[in-house]
């Protein structure tokens, strides 16, 4: 059993008539939809005829009670948030033990008896699953009442009226209510993300869902499920080979590696970067995707190289010699500015080139004649900033906002010359 959250709404209708009536799905759903549950009070949505078949689905009575209730909080615009449960294929529920599942996770996901939420299930033949559609505010009118005494000179913090079901930590709590509920209902043991990619992140009948979320922008999976699962392509397909076909890897998937150094020129940690926003491997899954986890060796001072982990690996094979020159074109920012410091490997040869020879070959970046306007050439040594976008397709191959060129060039000339003097030595001026 999986579970799954797609990105916030504002709104309840969208997502309603989505789970509901189908619309904007790959595949209709009359055939397969029933209701589950409504914590509200508004009614089944679905009508049937006496043989039970489907003739009519309104949506509008819950839609409006949901927003009614969304509306008290006028402070955010992610206040719907829409879960999705499956199945392993072949496995099933009947719907009232999917009602069971579905009050178990909303209760654990912090939605009390002061929220509003409904659950839909498509029994699909193949991949059996839930979609929950759930009211964020919490109705909880007394914190008006404790605002009033206090601006009446009454003690106390002055709380925030209905606010939001903290959600920060769906994901993990999640995880735990799936193992206990398969247990419960004797359903298959899912593996957890810690020792898989996550089975929600590559379910073959999950793909046709979040790619129309994709096209119809009716939903989004996170940023960060969506940089995990293109990740996972680029490490299961460099098993065994060097890191320098790794990054090449990570690149073909529309991901930019952001390798980090220490002072003495060895890499410390990886971070990758994609449509415009980037974090730490640590940050987007500890056990696989920082830079010990994928090779299997890690930097050591005493002896001043790299030395096995002696833990399990991605199979990836680093070597300081072979792979330190394609790390380094991963324009990262070295952790401090350090002095004539050495880079174990091999070096370009700059004793036979001139000055002028050396600032052809450093990064530089092409403003050109109008004719050239909203173009730019790749540049090696610049760190990301807001105004640089990443391609989903080809890594950082194209500048989306030219409004504050200027400013970052400025921002990055420090930076571009720290990272030429790494690369080619300390007298190496940009």
Known sequence: MIHKKMSHRNGSEGTLAYIYRGDGHE???KECVHHIHTQGMAPNPIKRDKKG???DIDIKPIAAEFDFLA?????SDNRFSHYIISLPEGEKLSSKEWKKVAKKYMKRMGYGLDTKWTAALHDEKKNQHIHILACRVQNN???VERGLARDAKGKGNKPQPYPLVEDSNDHSKGM???RELEKELGLSVTPSPDMTWGSDLTREEFEGTINKFERTGESQ??????????LSKAVEKSNGKTFTEFLDNVRAVGVEPLVNF????FPTGISFAMQGRSAAGSKLKSTRLTFSALTGVKYDRESNSMQPTNRISEGIRYEQKRDVSACISTSPSPRSEANGAAIEGPRPQTNNRSHEEKREASPQVSCGSSKSKGKINKTLGAPMTQNFAISSKSGIDELLDLQNLYADLEMNKAHA???ARLFWGQRFDV
């Open 27 to 29: 595949h209709d759903v």
């Open 53 to 55: 078949r489907v003739k």
């Open 71 to 75: 509306d008290k909080n006028k402070r």
């Open 141 to 143: 009118p007394q914190a």
């Open 176 to 178: 735990e209510v799936m």
């Open 221 to 230: 999976a996170p940023w960060k499920s969506r940089i995990i699962a293109r």
């Open 262 to 265: 220490n002072d003495r020129g």
């Open 417 to 419: 010359q720290k990272m």
